[in-house]
Nanobody
Framework: QVQLVESGGGSVQAGGSLRLSCVAS????????IGWFRQAPGKEREGVAT????????AYADSVRGRFSISRDAAKNTLYLQMNSLKPEDTAMYYC????????????????????WGQGTQVTVSA
């Protein structure tokens, strides 16, 4: 059974930084798309950053490009999201999600593409 467990959320002032972690377990495939998504109250869930575990290719939402960085420690089966220069509009529940794929595939930012989800970790950025 695939499990994704997020951690690292919290409250921070605008301009600050946080690093989110997602520990993945139970995978039977060697390659998958894995990424970070977020959902603010009253808004739809949106993609933040994704990564292909085989190729290492990444994708970022325009709203976070240059401020956020997605990375992975394969030995620890852990995905990270380094968030710098945080803004109040980054406030949301952040989720880790994945689906099995192949090395050359493009990992898009559409939440509907992903079929495994964690429980989320809250990020709150105050002005």
């Amino acid at each position: 059974q695939v499990q994704l467990v997020e951690s690292g959320g919290g409250s921070v002032q605008a301009g600050g930084s946080l690093r989110l972690s997602c520990v993945a377990s139970g995978y039977t495939y060697s390659t998958y798309c894995i990424g970070w998504f977020r959902q603010a109250p009253g808004k739809e869930r949106e993609g933040v950053a994704t990564r292909n575990t085989g190729s290492g290719n990444t994708a970022y939402a325009d709203s976070v490009r240059g401020r956020f960085s997605i990375s992975r420690d394969a030995a620890k089966n852990t995905l990270y999201l380094q968030m710098n220069s945080l803004k109040p509009e980054d406030t949301a529940m952040y989720y880790c999600a994945s689906f099995a794929t192949y090395t050359g595939s493009w990992c898009d930012l559409l939440p509907s593409t992903y079929n495994r989800w964690g429980q989320g970790t809250q990020v709150t950025v105050s002005a």
